[in-house]
């Protein structure tokens, strides 16, 4: 009986396993099919695609180093006196939050990195979120078909500065608490229900009867961190589905997308993106110190530490909160609070018009067709200037939360850095979009597709570093600075085509339409300043 | 069209009709490789470094530097490896519309609808009572809920420990007598009993040493020049926690607002939008300060119901 004897048997090579399990699989699930448009997906390759790509990996570096740090984190606001191994701390009574955490930072081993690669991985996940919205709010990206992507990229905003909020609350010292201190009077200030609210958050009037640690740390390691989950699955699945926007150039139509496929150029360069960001992260934990909660010792909720300023991204708020006036409204017994203008209404509305925005632009200008090639900033002037001064609106308050340290570094008086702030923040913003705008029609003259251009005089320096000045030449289309009128285009000799080549890089125009051109005769670099 | 078989430039030179687009970008593809071998090793290499630092412990600098070299590495190569040893091509990808046909979306809705039509609609009561039942169990929920969160505020929020009498004592329990702070000075308090209580916290203040009227209708409060506010400032409730006695101005660490000591602690800078409450003071015959009564009016940030 041959049959029985191994040996008989054909061996199989590593290739031929893998094909028999992956024929074992695509059986049971069929995966083979949608598998290989998978693979084929396109990335498009530019720079400002991977902002998003940043984000993810940082969210799950959250993710890795968060699960660490519940190990040894303990959830409690129970007293009790502390025993480890950071000295000037021996002996006095700390809760057991405080005390794990000091645990984790002094007697963990890689306790203190972890820790530190969460708060800058915290740090990073929102800064590269915010700047990926920026890319996509200036791109036009969010146009439909993709409304519904933004949306769900506006709220992993609003649950990522949520959960940064409740995680830096966590470690029960001096600056957390204060922190919470502030949170439960905005809860307060909110009309009718905020008390109802603030009491039901904290187990009663504050400090509250010691639930809000272990109720902050629920949500900050599950109910959050699970809602985000979803939700970033959702963002990618809708990306796979509806395919990325490109930018337009040679090749680039509404009814394509170039670039690089998934499989497997993009999946090895994404890999590699993902290990830069746990190095950059790691290089942080390591060598930059961040929230050093051993210096600002156990929080009592009488006692308040001078450098009160929270995390980046609740900056813009506490400066709302700062140069807010002192006004409050009392009617019938009833009180609007100071807190709820800055601190509710703000970030309500803030919030909100982020979420309806694409509806608003879109019956703005009565553009309801779907996009896939993205705008460049300057080709849309007005979208471009509201958001340059949305950004400069932000950044104002934002550099609001350091009126005391401006007021110190200068020597000015902090009455007067408020009130120049009081002012400055909501004037600012329109000379920024006013700006902006002009500087979009200003690089639209240059442009090159359909923009009309004008033509600017070129002042070009010699190698002997002798100047001149030179018309750039024409081209179909260009208009003349003086008359406003239509000029000739020249017709495209060698010679010419290398006076536009030449003059195009000085403005800056990318090389798509000059493609086109016959190649330059000399390759000789000069050093150029516009005029 | 996106077939990703490796290709070494060479060949392609070779062959005319090669797609250029399935070249490597690299072009030393073996010096590349060995280039991402060695970022492989630096990877290797720290990790193990960082198996024995954790046996054998050592920095928050070492450990960070280690890691941050060692994915560094992985990194470097892998975008390396992604980028100069696969098809530079570019690629396409054709667009497809993304809405279904309409011949699609009439059969889901004939199907919903059609179907819907016969098993639902005609049972419209059942649904009714569906609705009832769910909506019931929702608002039973609410009960529970909101108890397992925390008691209705009542009127916490209107009243403090201070009661009429209660000894002004230190974070240490200690009690205050009239000699114990001079001019300038000032700590915080508590009402006996209720030592490091959040709504308790007072800050007393020695401003002189004759009676001081804060306002009108406080003649009494201020005996021998002792003044005492609630710590907790009215605007977004932070600890105040600093007394400048040349400008007699109490500053909140939190937003910077600034109150009158003088004048019933009137907010003059800042986002405050309230006075302090005062606790009217008086000293017993042993000489301890005592509060003759408690705040007459809810301390800390405004409310609804304030
Ligand atoms: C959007 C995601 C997240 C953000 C923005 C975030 C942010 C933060 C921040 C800023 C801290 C304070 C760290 C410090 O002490 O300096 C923190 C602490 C903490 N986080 Fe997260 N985190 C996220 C997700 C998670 C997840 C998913 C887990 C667990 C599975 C987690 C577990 C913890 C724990 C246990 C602490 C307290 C320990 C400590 O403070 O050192 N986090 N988080
Ligand atoms: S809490 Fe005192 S100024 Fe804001």
């Given at each position: 009986m041959p049959s029985l004897l191994k040996k008989d048997k054909p061996k199989q090579t590593g290739a031929e396993k893998a094909t028999a399990g992956a024929k074992w699989l695509d059986d049971r699930l069929g995966l083979a099919k949608g598998g290989r448009v998978f693979f084929n997906k396109i990335f498009p390759d530019?720079?400002?695609?991977m902002l998003g790509e940043i984000a993810l990996y940082s969210f799950v570096v959250l993710l890795v180093t968060g699960v660490f740090l519940t190990l040894y984190y303990v959830p409690s606001a129970d007293m009790l006196t502390y025993h480890g191994s950071y000295a000037p701390l021996k002996g006095t009574q700390v809760s057991a939050a405080y005390n794990s955490t000091l645990a984790i930072s002094f007697d963990v081993r890689f306790g203190l990195l972890v820790r530190q690669m969460h708060h800058w991985a915290a740090d990073i996940f929102l800064g590269a979120i915010a700047v990926h919205m920026c890319r996509v709010f200036f791109t036009g990206a969010f146009r439909r078909p993709r409304e519904l992507n933004w949306i769900v990229g506006v709220t992993l905003l609003i649950l990522g500065i949520s959960n940064g909020f409740l995680g830096y609350s966590l470690p029960d010292d001096l600056i957390s608490g204060t922190g919470l201190r502030i949170m439960f009077s905005v809860v307060e200030s909110i009309p009718v229900v905020g008390t109802h609210l603030a009491f039901w958050l904290f187990g009663g009037n504050y400090p509250g009867n010691g639930v809000i640690i272990p109720r902050m740390f629920m949500l900050h390691v599950l109910l959050v961190p699970a809602i985000m989950v979803a939700l970033v699955g959702a963002h990618l699945a809708l990306l796979v589905k509806q395919k990325h926007t490109q930018f337009s150039g040679p090749g680039k139509t509404e009814k394509n997308v170039v670039g690089t496929p998934m499989w497997p150029g993009f999946m090895f360069k994404t890999q590699g993106y993902f290990f830069l960001v746990v190095a950059v992260l790691a290089g942080l934990g390591g060598w930059a110190q961040i929230n050093p909660i051993w210096q600002y010792g156990q929080y009592f909720p009488y006692k308040v530490s001078y450098a009160v300023q929270p995390d980046w991204y609740m900056g813009w708020l506490d400066g709302a909160l700062r140069i807010m006036p002192s006004w409050e409204f009392q009617n019938f017994g009833y009180m609007i609070p100071n807190m709820f203008f800055p601190a509710v209404l703000l970030p309500g509305i803030a919030f909100n018009i982020f979420i309806v925005w694409p509806f608003i632009e879109a019956k703005v200008r009565k553009d309801y067709k779907e996009h896939h090639l993205l705008e460049r900033p300057r080709d849309n002037p007005w979208r471009t200037s509201i958001g340059a001064g949305a950004l400069a609106f932000f950044f104002m308050l934002f550099a609001a939360s350091s009126t005391d340290v401006l007021a110190n570094y200068f020597n000015i008086s902090l009455n007067l850095v408020l009130w120049f702030f009081r002012f400055a923040t909501y004037i600012i913003p329109f000379f920024v979009a006013g700006i902006t705008y002009k500087i979009c029609l200003e690089l639209q003259a240059l442009g090159r597709y359909g923009g009309r251009r004008k033509r600017f005089n070129v002042v070009l320096r010699t190698a002997e570093g002798e100047y001149f000045s030179e018309k750039t030449p024409a081209r179909p289309g260009d208009l003349d600075v003086l008359s406003g009128e239509e000029e000739e285009p020249l017709e495209l000799t060698e010679e010419v085509s290398e006076k536009i080549r030449e003059s195009s890089e000085l403005i800056g125009v990318s090389s798509t339409e000059l493609n086109k051109l016959p190649p330059p005769a000399d390759q000789g670099v000069k050093r150029v300043e516009r005029d | 069209m996106t077939s990703t078989e490796q290709v070494q430039t060479s060949e392609a030179a070779i062959d005319p009709?090669?797609?250029?687009?399935?070249?490597?970008?690299?072009?030393k593809p073996d010096q590349m490789e060995k280039l991402i071998a060695l970022c492989f090793i630096v990877g290797i290499a720290c990790f193990v470094a960082m198996m024995v630092f954790y046996v054998r412990g050592s920095s928050t600098q070492v450990e960070g530097a280690l890691m941050a070299a060692g994915f560094g590495g992985l990194g470097v190569g892998m975008v390396a490896w992604g980028k100069y040893l696969m098809p530079k091509g570019p690629f396409e990808e054709e667009r497809h519309q993304i809405g279904s046909t309409e011949e699609d979306r009439k059969a889901f809705a004939d199907a919903f609808i059609g179907r819907g039509t016969i098993a639902v609609k005609r049972r419209s009561f059942l649904g009714k009572l569906l609705g009832l039942a769910t909506a019931i169990f929702g608002i039973f929920s609410l009960g529970p809920l909101l108890d397992s969160l925390g008691p209705n505020p009542g009127n916490a929020l209107d009243s403090t420990a201070w009661k009429k009498g209660s000894k002004v004592v230190t974070e240490h329990g200690r009690a205050i007598k009239v000699d114990d702070l001079e001019v300038g000075g000032f700590m915080t308090v508590f009402p006996e009993g209720n030592v490091g209580s959040y709504d308790g916290q007072t800050l007393l203040i020695r401003a002189g040493t004759s009676d001081i009227v804060?306002?009108?209708?406080?003649?009494?409060?201020?005996?021998?020049?002792y003044l005492a506010y609630s710590k907790v400032c009215t605007h977004a409730g932070c600890p105040i926690s600093l007394y400048q006695q040349e400008t007699e101005q109490l500053l909140c660490p939190c937003h910077q607002s600034l109150f009158n000591v003088l004048q019933a602690?009137?907010?003059?800078?800042?986002?405050?939008p309230r006075p302090l409450p005062q606790l009217p003071l008086a000293i017993d015959k042993n000489g301890y300060i005592i509060a003759q009564a408690g705040y007459n009016e809810p301390i800390g940030p405004g409310y609804w119901n304030f």
């Amino acid at each position: 009986m041959p049959s029985l004897l191994k040996k008989d048997k054909p061996k199989q090579t590593g290739a031929e396993k893998a094909t028999a399990g992956a024929k074992w699989l695509d059986d049971r699930l069929g995966l083979a099919k949608g598998g290989r448009v998978f693979f084929n997906k396109i990335f498009p390759d530019h720079w400002s695609f991977m902002l998003g790509e940043i984000a993810l990996y940082s969210f799950v570096v959250l993710l890795v180093t968060g699960v660490f740090l519940t190990l040894y984190y303990v959830p409690s606001a129970d007293m009790l006196t502390y025993h480890g191994s950071y000295a000037p701390l021996k002996g006095t009574q700390v809760s057991a939050a405080y005390n794990s955490t000091l645990a984790i930072s002094f007697d963990v081993r890689f306790g203190l990195l972890v820790r530190q690669m969460h708060h800058w991985a915290a740090d990073i996940f929102l800064g590269a979120i915010a700047v990926h919205m920026c890319r996509v709010f200036f791109t036009g990206a969010f146009r439909r078909p993709r409304e519904l992507n933004w949306i769900v990229g506006v709220t992993l905003l609003i649950l990522g500065i949520s959960n940064g909020f409740l995680g830096y609350s966590l470690p029960d010292d001096l600056i957390s608490g204060t922190g919470l201190r502030i949170m439960f009077s905005v809860v307060e200030s909110i009309p009718v229900v905020g008390t109802h609210l603030a009491f039901w958050l904290f187990g009663g009037n504050y400090p509250g009867n010691g639930v809000i640690i272990p109720r902050m740390f629920m949500l900050h390691v599950l109910l959050v961190p699970a809602i985000m989950v979803a939700l970033v699955g959702a963002h990618l699945a809708l990306l796979v589905k509806q395919k990325h926007t490109q930018f337009s150039g040679p090749g680039k139509t509404e009814k394509n997308v170039v670039g690089t496929p998934m499989w497997p150029g993009f999946m090895f360069k994404t890999q590699g993106y993902f290990f830069l960001v746990v190095a950059v992260l790691a290089g942080l934990g390591g060598w930059a110190q961040i929230n050093p909660i051993w210096q600002y010792g156990q929080y009592f909720p009488y006692k308040v530490s001078y450098a009160v300023q929270p995390d980046w991204y609740m900056g813009w708020l506490d400066g709302a909160l700062r140069i807010m006036p002192s006004w409050e409204f009392q009617n019938f017994g009833y009180m609007i609070p100071n807190m709820f203008f800055p601190a509710v209404l703000l970030p309500g509305i803030a919030f909100n018009i982020f979420i309806v925005w694409p509806f608003i632009e879109a019956k703005v200008r009565k553009d309801y067709k779907e996009h896939h090639l993205l705008e460049r900033p300057r080709d849309n002037p007005w979208r471009t200037s509201i958001g340059a001064g949305a950004l400069a609106f932000f950044f104002m308050l934002f550099a609001a939360s350091s009126t005391d340290v401006l007021a110190n570094y200068f020597n000015i008086s902090l009455n007067l850095v408020l009130w120049f702030f009081r002012f400055a923040t909501y004037i600012i913003p329109f000379f920024v979009a006013g700006i902006t705008y002009k500087i979009c029609l200003e690089l639209q003259a240059l442009g090159r597709y359909g923009g009309r251009r004008k033509r600017f005089n070129v002042v070009l320096r010699t190698a002997e570093g002798e100047y001149f000045s030179e018309k750039t030449p024409a081209r179909p289309g260009d208009l003349d600075v003086l008359s406003g009128e239509e000029e000739e285009p020249l017709e495209l000799t060698e010679e010419v085509s290398e006076k536009i080549r030449e003059s195009s890089e000085l403005i800056g125009v990318s090389s798509t339409e000059l493609n086109k051109l016959p190649p330059p005769a000399d390759q000789g670099v000069k050093r150029v300043e516009r005029d | 069209m996106t077939s990703t078989e490796q290709v070494q430039t060479s060949e392609a030179a070779i062959d005319p009709t090669r797609d250029p687009r399935l070249d490597l970008l690299a072009k030393k593809p073996d010096q590349m490789e060995k280039l991402i071998a060695l970022c492989f090793i630096v990877g290797i290499a720290c990790f193990v470094a960082m198996m024995v630092f954790y046996v054998r412990g050592s920095s928050t600098q070492v450990e960070g530097a280690l890691m941050a070299a060692g994915f560094g590495g992985l990194g470097v190569g892998m975008v390396a490896w992604g980028k100069y040893l696969m098809p530079k091509g570019p690629f396409e990808e054709e667009r497809h519309q993304i809405g279904s046909t309409e011949e699609d979306r009439k059969a889901f809705a004939d199907a919903f609808i059609g179907r819907g039509t016969i098993a639902v609609k005609r049972r419209s009561f059942l649904g009714k009572l569906l609705g009832l039942a769910t909506a019931i169990f929702g608002i039973f929920s609410l009960g529970p809920l909101l108890d397992s969160l925390g008691p209705n505020p009542g009127n916490a929020l209107d009243s403090t420990a201070w009661k009429k009498g209660s000894k002004v004592v230190t974070e240490h329990g200690r009690a205050i007598k009239v000699d114990d702070l001079e001019v300038g000075g000032f700590m915080t308090v508590f009402p006996e009993g209720n030592v490091g209580s959040y709504d308790g916290q007072t800050l007393l203040i020695r401003a002189g040493t004759s009676d001081i009227v804060t306002m009108p209708g406080r003649e009494s409060w201020g005996p021998q020049g002792y003044l005492a506010y609630s710590k907790v400032c009215t605007h977004a409730g932070c600890p105040i926690s600093l007394y400048q006695q040349e400008t007699e101005q109490l500053l909140c660490p939190c937003h910077q607002s600034l109150f009158n000591v003088l004048q019933a602690a009137e907010p003059v800078f800042g986002p405050a939008p309230r006075p302090l409450p005062q606790l009217p003071l008086a000293i017993d015959k042993n000489g301890y300060i005592i509060a003759q009564a408690g705040y007459n009016e809810p301390i800390g940030p405004g409310y609804w119901n304030f």
